[in-house]
């Protein structure tokens, strides 16, 4: 599965890519996780408030940090 995370950086896109990697480490899944940084990028995935979690290409929330629970719950 390829987690992305989209942002510019800052400490909710770090706390995102942390938990969504406890998430799918707690899950058990085999999992890439790519931070993607760049607008244009951020973008095309259909971001418009960061930070943005999109999961095999399909975009499961954005402007938030879901708990660990939360992410999970994409993620099955």
């Known amino acids: 599965m390829l987690i992305e995370v989209l ?5 909710k896109c770090k706390l995102l890519a ?4 406890e998430a799918a480490q707690g899950l058990g899944k085999e999992f890439a996780l790519m931070k993607i940084t760049e607008y244009p990028a951020i973008v095309a995935r259909g971001v418009m408030t960061t930070p943005g979690l999109v999961v095999d290409g399909v975009l499961k929330c954005q402007g938030q ?12």
């Open 18 to 21: 942390e938990r969504a990697e």
């Open 7 to 11: 942002g510019s950086g800052c400490a």
């Open 65 to 76: 940090v879901p708990t660990v629970a939360a992410i999970q719950a994409f993620l099955r």
